[in-house]
């Protein structure tokens, strides 16, 4: 459910996620506190690891607010992930494996982020889910 409010054209007031890290649905209300939070599927600290140190703000900026490297998820799944990579840390629902390797695999590609030897061998077991 949307409705106008303020500056904002449209505001979501109500609705129901489906969290594709662990398959929950997680309910949300405007007025609420949530469960729900946003995770860059390459999280921050790990791009800057990997090479972001050397950007200019603004291509930070643009990384950072990227809707592709963004995704709505479970407030503790994502803190449980925090800036880790696919070696110490994957998705707890399996059947997301193959789609979080694609997505942090394209993400890395796009922003040219280096890959470390271990990154490498968890995205590969990763992919291997790919049917």
Known sequence: MCAPEGRNPCVVLSG???DP???KELPYSYRRASR???DHVVALGAA???G???WTPERRLHFANDLDVLL???KRTNQDKSSKTPDRWRPPRTAYWCEYGRRWTGIRTRYAL???PPEKGAVRELLDTCG
Do not use: E, F, K
Request: hydrophobic letters at 50%; a neutral charge.
């Open 114 to 116: 280096t890959v470390s």
């Open 52 to 54: 972001a140190w050397a």
């Open 48 to 50: 800057w690891r990997a």
């Open 21 to 23: 890290y662990t398959g």
């Open 72 to 74: 709505a998820t479970d």
């Open 16 to 18: 129901v996620l489906h």
């Open 36 to 38: 729900i939070q946003t």
